[in-house]
Structures are given as structure tokens and as C-alpha cells.
């Protein structure tokens, strides 16, 4: 016999409005760049050498390196403290905030008094204020960093990287002023002084 029961239609696929979109990509790269920060601090910790050490039966040697860790911190997470597979790591979760969220949003137009230069991964300086604006989104948009956080980020971390780095003589005063005829040339530093250069 014939199955002659009505078929009922699936369930309707969720659809998300335009609106919330941009919110979407903003928390997805977010996400994104906390994998790869968490990536770097895993790649780093698999990467120190343990100590083997005998402890004596009353624990002093381990309370001593607890204590010894307290007052040395955290291992640096600054970008220029890395080195080889893990600055790239770095730098990769570094362009996707700047790319997708940054630029985006903070992006003014390109100027001789407010340079840009698309090729920011290349300029040292750039890089450092850069990944060190990041770290502080970072914190002041957790929500632990309270309801103030992002006014905090904007006015103690944004406003003064932006003056730095789209300065008239900041680190891309030789780079783009003009979409349209696009220039990238890194500024040299100075070199460092030799000791014990005879004269």
C-alpha cells in the first residue's frame, strides 16, 4: 500500500540579516586571531626545555620556583620578542585584525600628512605599534576590562598609535600618499655605533 501521508516541509534554514553580518566577520576574525595567539603560547611552551631538577623532601626547591615565577612574569608576547615560525604565526593573526577590522573602520583617507602604506608588514616600527595596539584590543574589549574598556582602548592605545604611525614623519613618510600612484620605500635607520672602531 501506497504511503499517501503529506510530507512536511523541513525546517527553514536560519538566514542572518545584512545587519549582523559585519558583527559576525568582526567576532569570526576576533575568534580567528585568539586561535592563533593561543597557537603561539602553546607553540612557545612545547618549546621550552623542562627542567629536571631532584626536590628535596620538604619542597623548598619547588615553592622557591614558584616564587621565582611570580616575580619574573609572563613570557613576552610582544611580536619583536619572537623569532622564526612563531613571528609569522604573529604577524599572520596580526594582518587579519588589521585587514578585517582595523583598516576597515580606522582607515582614513591617504594623505602627505596622513600617510598609509598597504605594505605595513614591512615597516618594523609599524608592525610593533601595530601588534602592541592589538594586544590592548585585546584586553579592553574582553569583557573582564568592564564597560569603559574600549573608550580606555580608543583614547589611551588608538588615538596615540595613529598619531605615530600616519605621522608626516612617521614610519610611512616615504610610502603611499595617493591611492592611485602607490610607493612603498622603508626609511633607513640609523646604524648602530661600533665600539672599539679606531678613528
Not at 612557545?44 to 623548598?60: F, H, K, M, N, Y
Not at 609572563?74 to 594582518?95: D, H, K, R, T, W
Not at 615597516?123 to 584590543?137: D, K, M, N, Q, T
Request: proline share 10%; with cysteine.
Amino acid at each position: 500500500m501506497a504511503d499517501n501521508s503529506p510530507t512536511s516541509p523541513g525546517p527553514e534554514p536560519y538566514r542572518v540579516p545584512d545587519a549582523d553580518l559585519d558583527d559576525l566577520a568582526s567576532t569570526l576574525a576576533k575568534t580567528m586571531a585568539e586561535v592563533r595567539q593561543h597557537g603561539v603560547i602553546l607553540d612557545r611552551l612545547g618549546s621550552e626545555p623542562e627542567s629536571v631538577a631532584i626536590q628535596p623532601p620538604d619542597g623548598t626547591l619547588e615553592a622557591e620556583a614558584a616564587d621565582g615565577k611570580q616575580a619574573d612574569g609572563p613570557a613576552s608576547v610582544f611580536i619583536l620578542a619572537l623569532g622564526g615560525e612563531a613571528y609569522a604565526v604573529e604577524l599572520a593573526a596580526l594582518s587579519d585584525w588589521v585587514n578585517y577590522l582595523f583598516l576597515p573602520v580606522y582607515g582614513r583617507e591617504i594623505s602627505t600628512s596622513r600617510p598609509w602604506c598597504a605594505q605595513w608588514h614591512e615597516h618594523p616600527e609599524a608592525v610593533a605599534r601595530l601588534h602592541a595596539l592589538w594586544l590592548a584590543w585585546q584586553q579592553f574589549t574582553d569583557t573582564e576590562a568592564g564597560l569603559s574598556g574600549p573608550s580606555t582602548w580608543h583614547r589611551d592605545h588608538l588615538d596615540q598609535t595613529l598619531a605615530h604611525l600616519r605621522a608626516p614623519d612617521g614610519p610611512f613618510a616615504a610610502c603611499t600618499t595617493s591611492p592611485t600612484r602607490p610607493n612603498h620605500r622603508v626609511l633607513a635607520t640609523p646604524a648602530p655605533e661600533q665600539a672599539g672602531v679606531a678613528a
